[in-house]
């Protein structure tokens, strides 16, 4: 039986931990799908605007060797990403493990035979640890230029 493997997030302001995660996932499947959040979703789920266009994220992740293939994700449900790409493993950072929305994310693709496989988190780098640093800098510079 074929493993394909399903990783997603917005991967937007691309870092190490994004890489780990491909990478690891696909070390444990045999098609690696990498699913990027599309921008309309980042705002209404995450309540954030992406720095990096959807289009491109997706050319940037698809560009590396782990990933397969990308497919742009425009609803929150990963059941209906489930029905577009067929996945048998879904890949996650483990700072979902335990949480509410991980044990709802573990009985929903449960259900269909779908099996949650965490990975370490990269804590010490994150996309939101990235994004308030850029805010910093930015409002520095709005000082700056001020006075």
Known sequence: MTRIGYAAGAFDLFHIGHLNLLRHAKERCDVLVAGVVSDE????????????????????????ACVDAVHVETTPDKIDAWRDVGFTHFFKGDDWRGTDKGIRLERELGAVGVEVVYFPYTAHTSSTRL???????????AVRAAV
Do not use: F, W, Y
Request: glycine fraction near 8%; hydrophobic fraction near 55%.
């Open 131 to 141: 994004r308030h640093a850029l805010d910093a800098l930015t409002t520095a510079g």
């Open 41 to 64: 979703m980042l705002r209404a789920v995450k309540g954030i605007a992406p720095v990096i266009p959807a289009v491109e994220r997706a050319e940037i992740v698809g560009s590396l």
